[in-house]
């Protein structure tokens, strides 16, 4: 089947599925008459037809809309869904029993109530459950002598779940995200937490574009990105950016929120703010559904002032190199956020600013001889990994 490409107004949206009305559907579904129109936007933005279907009482009538969702579909076609609360509950436990072949993906945040979680779902589709901290009710259906009995509902502690990810050993893929409550990922309410939505929102993103077997060459927005800061002005580099675009030089806090920040970071300070002598070596990149990892190595001789690096500090003209991690975020085709992390203790050891000897007497007299800091070694190492000794700070090692 030919590959199919949405235009999003930002970036596309590619999908091997030919649907003859336009855009994939995907359909929002919660409680209220309404819904965040912040949610319902990003997902336009990445390229969906998405219409928004209210709970109502929950009864009958919403079941059966539910179950006719694909009825309008052409052979081949599909849709996804994405629900909230007491309606991921229901959305859960409807397509976990009756066979819906043309929908591709269902993605339940917070549900009041989640099916047994011994049992699976049909292959047939995506799953991909939020939890939040706190008490699930937790559907079971037994049966008696072959004969399906009546359905039974317990509630049941949602635990931490696995490692830092808070994966969640269930029948079907689950994540749990402790500390925040129902509503963590919408915008308008107390409890959204802009951490965990948008964890949540990379997990709910992929399972989406896995149903739809679609693509987003996330690759070329980044390198278009990193391309126009260095050779285009900086006000048409922002104005490709994302609504309220956030850039962070994490150990200086530098970068901005927001356009207007951004406009004149870029042309004020970050332009002008590099050596002539700067040489960036990409060394490894990892794309994720909506993020580009680099790991860089980065060498310069410091001839001038460097505001995202070393702001304050004139020239040393000293070698540097670094390594630097750069995390950027794609949202509906534009760059969402950057977030770029280096060992600023290692820089300015390097520049002179920074003696790994000079310790504090209430230090010294614990003992301290040295703090635990490399210079440019650090950063060979990570370009070579035998080219400097391990653990040469550890003086057990020896």
């Known amino acids: 089947m030919a590959l199919q490409v949405f235009q999003n107004g930002n970036g596309f949206l590619s999908t091997s599925q030919g649907f003859k009305t336009g855009p994939p559907p995907l359909y929002i579904t919660a409680e209220t008459d309404d819904f965040d129109e912040v949610i319902i936007q990003a997902w336009r933005d990445e390229g969906y037809n998405v219409q928004y279907i209210p ?4 009864g009958k009538a919403y079941t059966n809309t539910l179950k006719r969702l694909g009825d309008s579909l052409s052979i081949g076609e599909s849709f996804a869904i994405v629900a909230f609360g007491d309606a991921a509950g229901i959305c859960l436990d409807v397509f976990q029993q009756k066979h819906t072949p043309r929908l591709c993906a269902l993605v339940a945040y917070y549900p009041s109530t989640i099916p047994d979680p011994k049992n699976s779902f049909p292959n047939s589709f995506r799953v991909l459950v939020h939890l939040a901290g706190g008490v699930v009710g937790v559907r079971r259906n037994p049966e008696v002598l072959g004969i399906q009995g009546k359905k039974k509902t317990y509630r049941r502690k949602v635990g931490p779940g696995i490692g830092t990810g808070g994966f969640m050993k269930l029948g079907y893929p689950a994540y749990t995200y402790e500390g925040v409550e129902s ?37 070329v927005i980044k390198e278009q990105h990193t391309e126009s800061r260095f050779r285009v002005s900086p006000d048409e580099t922002v104005q490709k950016m994302a609504h309220k675009p956030f850039v962070n030089y994490v150990p200086t806090m530098t970068g901005g929120v927001g356009k207007k920040e951004l406009v004149r970071f870029y042309k004020e300070f970050f332009a002008k703010s590099n050596p002539p002598s ?10 994720g559904v909506d993020r580009v990892v680099d790991e860089i190595h980065i060498s310069f001789k410091h001839t001038q002032e460097m505001y995202w690096m070393l702001p304050g500090i004139p020239a040393t003209d000293k070698q540097v190199e670094v390594a630097v991690v750069s995390v950027v975020a794609v949202r ?12 600023q203790a290692s820089v300015l050891m390097q520049l002179g600013l920074l003696d790994p000897k000079y310790i504090p007497k209430n230090m010294r007299d614990k003992g301290i001889e040295e703090l635990p800091v490399w210079g440019a070694e650090s950063a060979r190492r990570v370009v070579d990994e035998e080219s400097e000794p391990s653990n040469e700070l550890i003086v057990e090692w020896e």
């Open 183 to 219: 509503g963590f990922a919408e915008s308008d309410l107390d409890e959204y937490d802009k951490v965990a939505e948008r964890v949540a929102w990379s997990r709910s993103l992929a399972t989406i574009r896995k149903g739809f077997i679609a693509e987003v060459n996330i690759e």
């Open 332 to 343: 509906g085709g534009k760059l969402y956020s950057e977030n770029v992390y280096w060992d």
């Open 55 to 58: 709970f109502g009482d929950g």
């Open 278 to 287: 700067m040489v960036m070596r990409l060394l490894s990149r990892t794309i």
